[in-house]
């Protein structure tokens, strides 16, 4: 009968996203137990038969279109069905259909939490933790506060100047030397203000911006700054300077608090490393006068992730996912501020 294949395709629906459900719970647990990224794939690898991860919604999106038809009806062809026997099929199809359809946030959010896992495990990132090299406990908010006055680089927000991610870790060169750094974005809003014609200042809207940026700590302290921009900077890189080449000179900027330690600094090699750093991105390099800290801020997103995966809806996909995966624009960083750094 009709009926029994309704029931069936209902009960067969209803299971299949039931175990849908299951994954999800199970990727939960294999994230929060595994202990290192090659801990985390080999625990998505064999999975098993029933390795879907996208919920059947065919059965409730045709009820829906069913209960608009039905409602159209109602207008249409006012004298084919009673308009209220119309209205309430339409009514209970459409409730019908808002409970047995799924959202995909569900699987949405656990991808999203096995992604900052593997990203934790594989790049050793600790989110929200003070590099390892501070010994004393400091509260998070001080520890941004102590950051954020080294530089004249965290006041460009009129509104609110945060920084809402960072994450630390160490950085290790090929000679072994290693250098505590903190990973971060900066977050900073401004107001777009007018005057109206009784000339009082009424805001327009808000502009919220991100850059991303590293400090690197316990390094030669040598009062630079270098930027891509054509902007100044502010008290201590008072001093402007200019190197002998006029293409570097066109490039970039460079400021220093104190002319003599410039002339020391800038030597040929360092121009020459400068120009490599800035050769394929735009930003400011500030290294404190007094304080063995570096910090670098620009546009590029450290922490997007490149990914050749698309539509991911099964656990091989997602294994290949997170196999694959990379932070491209923080290794590329990564990568040449160690050769600066050298």
Not at 98 to 113: D, K, M, N
Not at 187 to 214: A, C, M, Q, S, Y
Not at 259 to 265: F, H, M, R, S, W
Request: charged share 20%.
């Amino acid at each position: 009968m009709p009926i029994d294949d309704i029931k069936r395709t209902i009960h067969l629906r209803r299971r299949k996203n039931q175990r849908v459900m299951q994954n999800v719970a199970r990727l939960w647990e294999l994230g929060e137990q595994a202990q290192s990224h090659q801990e985390l794939l080999e625990g998505l690898h064999p999975w098993g038969t029933d390795n879907q991860l996208r919920f059947d919604n065919v059965l409730p999106i045709l009820l829906a279109v069913i209960a608009g038809c039905c409602l159209l009806s109602i207008w249409i062809l006012p004298a084919g069905l009673p308009s209220h026997l119309a209205f309430w099929l339409a009514l209970g199809l459409g409730f019908y259909s808002y409970l047995t359809y799924e959202q995909s946030t569900p699987i949405a959010e656990v991808i999203e939490f096995l992604e900052q896992q593997a990203i934790t495990q594989k790049y050793s990132l600790q989110f929200y933790q003070t590099p390892v090299h501070i010994s004393m406990p400091v509260q998070p908010s001080l520890f941004q506060a102590y950051l954020k006055n080294l530089f004249p680089l965290f006041q460009q927000g009129q509104v609110s100047n945060t920084i809402p991610v960072y994450a630390s870790t160490v950085w290790t060169d090929d000679q072994g030397q290693q250098y505590p750094v903190l990973l971060f974005q900066y977050h900073f809003v401004n107001e777009i203000r007018v005057r109206d014609r009784n000339g009082n200042e009424t805001k327009v809207k808000e502009v919220h911006k991100d850059l991303w940026g590293v400090f690197i700590f316990q390094v030669a302290a040598q009062g630079l700054a270098v930027t891509s921009s054509r902007k100044t900077f502010e008290f201590p890189y008072l001093h402007d300077w200019h190197t002998s080449d006029i293409q570097i000179n066109q490039k970039l900027r460079i400021f220093g608090a104190d002319p003599l330690q410039l002339a020391k600094t800038l030597t040929p090699a360092m121009v020459l490393r400068l120009d490599q750093l800035f050769a394929t991105r735009s930003g400011d390099l500030l290294l404190h006068p007094e304080q063995p800290v570096l910090c670098f801020l620009g546009e590029q997103d450290l922490f997007k992730i490149s990914t050749k995966a698309q539509n991911i809806d099964d656990i091989s996909k997602l294994r290949g996912h997170l196999r694959t995966f990379r932070l491209a624009e923080y290794e590329n960083l990564q990568r040449d501020l160690i050769a600066f750094l050298k």
